[in-house]
C-alpha cells in the first residue's frame, strides 16, 4: 500500500516557488559574484598600478639624488590618500630595502614574495599576510624604476574591500530575492485560493448532494467567482478551465436530478404494475369473496319476497344482508387501498394490520389451497413506514408462498408460518412455507429483477424485486433461507416506530 500524505494546493505552489526562487537566486549569485569579484579585482590591479606608477615616475629623482627622506614622504603621502594601501615599499637594483610605509617591519619574506623576473615589466601577485589585522590576502604590485636601474616599487592593496563590496553587493541580491519569494508566496497564495475555492465549493456541493436533494428537484447550483476575495466585483472575467469544470458539474448535477426522478417516477410505475400483476393472480378469490356475500343477500331477498309480512324473519335477514355488504365493502376497500398509487410517505404502521389486509385479498388461494395458516403476532408491532408499501411486501410474499405450496403436489400438510415480534429498535417479521424451496445455487439471485423459478405464465421475476427495495427505502433488511422440499423463510427487519 503507497503511503500518502495530504498536502494542500497552496502549499504546493509555495514549495515549487521556494525552489524555483532558490535554484535560480544561487545560480545568478554565484554568476554576479564571479563577474563582481572579476570587477573588483581588475579594478583594484588596476588602481594599485597607478599608485605605483606614480610613485616609480616621482621617485626617480629622489633615487638618483639618494634623497631618501622625500623617498619616505612621498610614500607615506601616497599611502595615506588610499585606504586600501596596506603597504608601499622601495627596492634597490640589488633587491635591499630602502624606504617603506607600514606600520610593522617589511620582512624578508615580504620582499621575497614579488620578484620581477628579466625582460617583465611588472609582477602581480597574492600574498597572504599576517599583521595586526590577522591573516589577509595582499594583492601585490611591483614595477621597476627607471627599467630597474634605479630598483623596484612595491605596492600591497587589500583584498578586504573587494569581499566587502561583493557582501554588500550579494546581500542586496538576496534581499531582493527575499522580497521576490515573498511576493511569490503571496502570489501563491491568491492563486492557490483562486484554483481551491472553486474546487472546494465543488466538494462541498458533492458532499452536501444526497439523494432526497435529487429528489427534491431543486439542486444546488455552484456559483464561483463572482466577487474578488468575496468583496469586490469583477469588472470583467475571463473564463477558464475552473469556470468550465464548474458549468459542468452544475449541469451533471442537474441530469443526475432529472435521471433519479424520472428513475423515482419509474419505480412508482413497476410497483404499481406489480401491484395490479398480483391482482391478477388474486382475482379469482376475490371474486369468490364478493360473490359468496352477493349470493347470501339474493337469497335473504328471495326468502323476504316470499314472507315480507313476517317482521322477525325480514330483521333477521336484514342484519345477515347488513353483515354481507361490510364484507364487501371490507373487500373492496382493501383491493383500492392495495392497487392505490401512492408515493412512499412515512407514519405509524402497525405491523398485524397490515399482515391482516394482506391475508383478506388471499383469503380464497388460502382456502382454496387448504393451506394452514399459523399467526404468532407478539408485542409492539408499529413501524415508521408507508401502509400501502409494507402491506405489499406482504402480499407479495404470500403469493410467492401459496405457488410454492401449490407447485407442491407431494405435501400431505401445507403450512404457512408467520410470526412477528420485537427485537431491540427492530419489529422482526418471518414468513415460512413449506413449499418446494429455492435451490441454494440460486439463492443469492433471488432478488435480482426478473429473475424466477416459476413457470412463464405465472410471475413477472419482479415481485422479490421490489420487496428487497421496500425493505431498503425503509431503512431495513431482508433474508431468506431455504431448502429444496422442505422450506423457505423470509426475515424482515423493520425500524420501530
Not at 63 to 73: C, G, I, N, R, T
Not at 474 to 481: A, L, M, P, T, Y
Request: charged share 25%; glycine share 6%.
Amino acid at each position: 500500500m503507497k503511503f500518502k500524505i495530504r498536502v494542500p494546493l497552496f502549499w504546493k505552489f509555495t514549495i515549487a516557488i521556494v525552489l524555483i526562487v532558490i535554484l535560480f537566486g544561487s545560480v545568478n549569485a554565484y554568476l554576479i559574484f564571479q563577474d563582481i569579484q572579476k570587477a573588483l579585482e581588475q579594478e583594484s590591479e588596476k588602481r594599485a598600478m597607478n599608485i605605483a606608477k606614480t610613485l616609480a615616475e616621482q621617485s626617480v629623482n629622489y633615487l638618483l639624488f639618494e634623497d631618501y627622506v622625500a623617498v619616505q614622504k612621498l610614500l607615506d603621502e601616497e599611502k595615506s590618500l588610499d585606504s586600501t594601501v596596506v603597504y608601499s615599499f622601495i627596492l634597490d637594483n640589488k633587491n635591499n630595502f630602502v624606504a617603506g610605509s607600514y606600520q610593522y617591519s617589511i620582512t624578508k619574506d615580504l620582499i621575497n614574495a614579488n620578484k620581477i623576473s628579466a625582460g617583465n615589466k611588472k609582477s602581480i601577485v597574492l600574498v597572504e599576510l599576517t599583521d595586526f589585522s590577522g591573516k589577509r590576502k595582499i594583492r601585490d604590485i611591483a614595477l621597476p624604476i627607471l627599467s630597474g636601474q634605479l630598483g623596484f616599487v612595491r605596492v600591497g592593496i587589500s583584498e578586504e574591500k573587494i569581499n566587502k563590496d561583493i557582501t554588500a553587493t550579494l546581500s542586496h541580491f538576496w534581499i531582493m530575492v527575499g522580497f521576490f519569494l515573498l511576493v511569490g508566496i503571496i502570489g501563491a497564495l491568491m492563486f492557490a485560493l483562486f484554483i481551491t475555492d472553486p474546487i472546494n465549493a465543488i466538494k462541498s456541493t458533492s458532499d452536501k448532494l444526497t439523494l432526497e436533494t435529487l429528489a427534491e428537484g431543486n439542486p444546488p447550483t455552484i456559483t464561483i467567482r463572482q466577487k474578488f476575495f468575496g468583496v469586490f466585483p469583477f469588472l470583467f472575467r475571463a473564463i477558464d478551465e475552473i469556470d468550465l469544470l464548474t458549468d459542468k458539474f452544475n449541469d451533471m448535477i442537474r441530469r443526475l436530478s432529472r435521471a433519479y426522478q424520472d428513475l423515482k417516477n419509474a419505480e412508482k410505475k413497476l410497483i404499481q404494475s406489480e401491484k395490479l400483476a398480483t391482482i391478477g393472480t388474486i382475482s379469482a378469490g376475490l371474486a369468490h369473496e364478493i360473490n359468496n356475500p352477493i349470493s347470501g343477500i339474493q337469497n335473504c331477498l328471495r326468502r323476504m319476497k316470499i314472507d315480507p309480512q313476517n317482521v322477525q324473519q325480514n330483521e333477521r335477514y336484514l342484519d345477515l344482508m347488513d353483515n354481507a355488504a361490510k364484507r364487501i365493502e371490507n373487500v373492496i376497500r382493501n383491493l383500492l387501498n392495495y392497487t392505490r398509487l401512492e408515493d412512499l410517505k412515512f407514519e405509524r404502521v402497525n405491523i398485524e394490520n397490515q399482515i391482516e389486509n394482506a391475508l383478506l385479498l388471499l383469503a380464497y388461494k388460502l382456502e382454496n389451497n387448504r393451506i394452514v395458516l399459523t399467526k404468532e403476532l407478539k408485542g409492539n408491532l408499529d413501524v415508521l413506514g408507508s401502509k400501502t408499501h409494507i402491506e405489499q411486501i406482504f402480499v407479495n410474499l404470500l403469493v410467492n408462498a401459496i405457488d410454492a405450496l401449490e407447485a407442491d403436489n407431494s405435501k400431505g400438510e401445507k403450512n404457512i408460518r408467520i410470526q412477528a415480534k420485537e427485537e431491540g429498535n427492530f419489529v422482526s417479521i418471518l414468513i415460512q412455507d413449506n413449499g418446494i424451496g429455492i435451490p441454494k445455487e440460486k439463492l443469492n439471485q433471488v432478488f435480482e429483477p426478473f429473475f424466477t423459478t416459476k413457470s412463464s405464465n405465472q410471475g413477472t421475476g419482479l415481485g422479490l424485486s421490489i420487496v428487497y427495495n421496500i425493505v431498503n427505502l425503509h431503512n431495513g433488511s431482508i433474508e431468506v433461507e431455504s431448502e429444496p422440499g422442505k422450506y423457505t423463510t423470509f426475515k424482515i427487519h423493520l425500524p420501530k416506530y
